[in-house]
Nanobody, 116 residues
């Protein structure tokens, strides 16, 4: 089993920044990727960003390219999401995701609210 714990959400004004963190623990050997999804009120969960654990290949949703940056600390089994130039439409619960030996794991989510 893998446990994912997110932190760093909160309330920010339009144009502001936040940094999310997600720490993985448990049976993390064999992690293929870690990343972030988000779910806005009344909408489906959507992909935000992902980093391949070995090699560091990165992908982003078009809606966040140029504003969000995903990074990892290999030694700490932690992934980060630096979010800049935040917009009200970025308001959502952000979920950490990990794919470990073909199994998908999810964190409980952290709320990001961007006020206009």
């Amino acid at each position: 089993q893998v446990q994912l714990v997110e932190s760093g959400g909160g309330l920010v004004q339009t144009g502001g920044s936040l940094r999310l963190s997600c720490a993985a623990s448990g049976r993390t050997s064999g992690t293929y990727s870690m990343g972030w999804f988000r779910q806005a009120p009344g909408k489906e969960r959507e992909f935000v960003a992902r980093i391949v654990w070995d090699g560091g290949s990165i992908s982003y949703a078009d809606s966040v390219k140029g504003r969000f940056t995903i990074s990892r600390d290999y030694a700490k089994n932690t992934v980060y999401l630096q979010m800049n130039s935040l917009k009200p439409e970025d308001t959502a619960v952000y979920y950490c995701h990990a794919q470990v030996v073909g199994v998908n794991y999810w964190g409980k989510g952290t709320l990001v609210t961007v006020s206009s």
